[in-house]
């Protein structure tokens, strides 16, 4: 009888230990020993190091933990078959934020999605995901009220800057925070007045504002090692002299990882309505103008315009533009005009096909990604380049692949951000609508955006 009591009780000792036992990160995981200072959840589950293995429903994967190379796969990576096969955009997505406007999504050096936006009374909103997308967790800005427009910049030495725009006066000012722990905190450091940015603009400057979504990474060619960051200024001038009145776009670079800022105000000689001298690049109604970093180390910048009526030629009112610079932005040449091209693109954010500045395919060193929405349709497309976008030259083409991520927002002048997940993954993040505008996040792979051509190869792959 004792015996019988004695296996009883081993027997319910082990099925106690096998009932009770939780998943941890595999030993040498990214994100295993993060603490977090947030204060909230979306989606469910926890900080990331204590739900199942294998979560299940959207925006899951099975490939968490898998070494890959010199990197470990973060939670709910895609395994390889999963890569192998269509993970859609439409199935793999969730409400992120209720209510807001022209949001920004980055991924850290660690595999840390961060995202953020702003709303319509002053209010920026951030949150964070350690396991590829599946769960957020709310991140402290402590900002106050009075700002838009958030956009983010990664420094090279892992650092992530977040940039607002003031509104109180007229989108007077941009103020960047910093955060050294993936987003869990953030330190208010530099703010970019207006004045000294356009004040040797003709005219008079009486209205700013900044990029959204990312700023650039300078990290290939002759910026490579040299700590740069560069994003994208407007302001408008209005002035007795009419050549001196209308929206101006600039570029603010920095050397030092974002101490410290410059504008190169001085030095950008293109107009883009007559291609003729102007300083600085030129007076235009522009949305949100992009910039975009090749493979050869050349700036891209690609502005939406909808300043052109309809003509015969074009058949609608909006147009692309595309210049180049081989000098980070000292000077440019445009490369892509007018009627040249088309694409029915109004907001738009555009981003490498890497991660923390090395390849997700081995091969594609001129793979990157534009996420847009389009003018009158209120849908959003994500085009795939192999070619750094042609260096934004007309001839050729720029694109390589086209996938629609949302047949009809509901929004009709709705803000797009994107971002590439350390798995090879692509996040978006879209406005959209049915009873109030919500910001959704999407999550897809390779071989849904390019119809099963190409996907993403371990074996080769990811090589980090």
């Known amino acids: 009888m004792k015996t019988a009591k004695k296996v009883l009780l081993i027997i319910l000792s082990i099925l106690m230990v096998f009932t009770c036992k939780r998943y941890t990160e595999p030993e040498g995981s990214n994100t295993a020993n993060e603490q977090d200072n947030g204060t909230g959840i979306v989606g469910g589950g926890d900080n990331g190091n204590s739900i199942a293995a294998n979560d299940t429903g959207p925006l899951s994967g099975s490939g968490g933990g898998t070494q890959v190379g010199n990197w470990t796969l973060p939670r709910n990576s895609l395994s390889q078959e999963e890569q192998n096969q269509d993970y859609d955009p439409e199935y793999n997505s969730m409400v992120l934020f209720e209510n807001g406007g022209i949001p920004a999504l980055t991924t850290t050096s660690t595999g840390v999605l961060i995202a953020a936006v702003g709303d319509y009374d002053g209010n920026i909103f951030v949150k964070r995901s350690l396991d590829s ?94 700590n740069k960051l560069l994003f994208p200024y407007y302001y408008l001038t209005n002035s007795q002299n009419k050549n001196a009145t209308g929206v101006w776009t600039t570029t603010i670079t920095s050397d030092n990882d974002g101490i410290t800022w410059n504008n190169n105000i001085n030095n950008i000689k293109a107009d883009v309505k007559t291609r003729k001298g102007g300083n600085p690049l030129g007076s235009f109604t522009s949305y949100e103008s992009k910039l975009y970093e090749t493979y050869d180390g050349n700036i891209l910048i690609n502005m939406r315009s909808a300043d052109w009526k309809k003509t015969s030629t074009t058949g609608q009112n909006n147009v692309m533009y595309w210049s180049r610079s081989s000098d980070c932005g000292q000077n440019w040449t445009i490369t892509t005009v007018l009627q040249e091209e088309s694409a029915n693109g109004k907001h738009a954010d555009l981003v490498r096909y890497e991660f923390n500045g090395k390849p997700i395919k081995t091969e594609g060193l001129k793979y990157g990604l534009m996420a847009l929405s389009h003018y009158g349709q209120n849908s959003y497309s994500v085009k795939l380049t192999t070619n750094d976008f042609n260096n934004g030259d007309k001839s050729g083409s720029k694109y390589a692949y086209t996938g629609e991520i949302v047949a009809n927002s509901g929004v009709s002048d709705g803000y797009p951000a994107i971002t590439v997940l350390s798995d090879g993954t692509i996040g978006t993040l879209t406005e959209e609508a049915d009873s109030s505008t919500k910001i959704i996040f999407r999550r897809f792979n390779l071989y849904w955006l390019t119809y099963g051509e190409e996907s993403v190869d371990y074996s080769t792959d990811l090589r980090y």
């Open 133 to 226: 997308g599946y769960t957020w967790l709310t991140s402290q800005l402590g900002a106050g009220a009075n700002s838009r427009n958030p956009f983010f910049i990664n420094c090279h030495n892992g650092d992530v800057l977040l940039g607002i725009t003031t509104t109180s006066n007229d989108y007077t000012n941009t103020i960047f925070y910093r955060s050294s722990d993936n987003g869990a905190t953030w330190t208010r450091e530099v703010e970019i007045q207006v004045q000294d940015v356009a004040k040797t603009a003709t005219g008079q400057t009486i209205t700013n504002f900044v990029t959204y979504g990312q700023g650039v990474t300078l990290r290939h060619g002759a910026n490579a090692g040299q």
